[in-house]
């Protein structure tokens, strides 16, 4: 079983809609949680960190569960420049373990 | 903020050559570097950490003697991959660990 788990999508959807995405790891001993989005073929990019109070950065809500070992990741009132690929990392306060990422198509 | 410079940003290679691939740290001492690996459409993966001073740390299924790693100071670690196979090719990119983690741009590897 893979480590953190994404939906890969894609998904698509018009501007100005609300998109969730979700994400489960395995490793229960995971201290940190972050959502990167990821541009083609570039670096991924932190996006924000998640804390199990749940944390918003304008258009961006993430949440955690700990218990259920699940993190969200919601982007209302999307824009044409959200669209990206979108990483749920999890570390163990080591290395960073990646998600294979969700394709976000954000459409006029 | 912290800044990683990587080069080259993308190299094609001839089978069997070696490629170097550097990361530096430019305003912060990057004691623990990570570098990955990513195919198409696949996550990135850790292939091995490297802390300076010591020899690196491989995960497995990564051989070693394939992927040579360097981080002789604090600024600096590279990645040889020896004897490059079109199976090789790949994104490959680093990750420095200071208050954060910072990474490279990555190097697209195509080995014809």
């Known amino acids: 079983r893979k480590e953190v788990e994404q939906d890969p999508g894609p998904f698509n959807v018009p501007e100005g809609a609300t998109v969730a995405f979700n994400c489960t790891y395995s490793?229960?001993?995971?201290?940190?949680f972050f959502w990167y989005r990821q541009d083609c073929r570039k670096e991924p990019k932190l996006l924000m960190s998640?804390?199990?109070s749940g944390n918003e950065d304008g258009r961006f809500t993430a949440q955690l569960n700990r218990a259920s070992q699940y993190i969200s990741l919601l982007i209302r009132d999307s824009k044409l420049s959200d669209s990206a690929t979108y990483l749920c990392v999890v570390s163990s306060g080591y290395a960073l373990n990646f998600g294979k990422g969700t394709s976000l198509l954000v459409t006029p | 903020g912290a800044v990683v410079s990587q080069h080259p940003s993308w190299v094609i290679c001839k089978s069997g050559t070696s490629v170097k691939i550097e990361c530096r740290s430019l305003d912060f001492q990057a004691t623990t570097m990570f570098w990955y690996r990513q195919f198409p459409k696949q996550s990135l993966m850790l292939m091995a950490t490297s802390n300076e001073g010591s020899k690196a740390t491989y995960e497995q299924g990564v051989e070693k003697d394939k992927f040579l790693i360097n981080h002789a100071s604090l600024t600096l670690s590279t990645l040889t991959v020896t004897s490059a196979h079109p199976e090789d090719s790949s994104f490959y990119i680093c990750s420095a660990r200071g208050d954060g983690y910072t990474f490279g741009s990555g190097t697209r590897l195509t080995v014809v």
């Open positions: 998640v804390y199990s």
């Open positions: 490793n229960s001993a995971s201290q940190s």
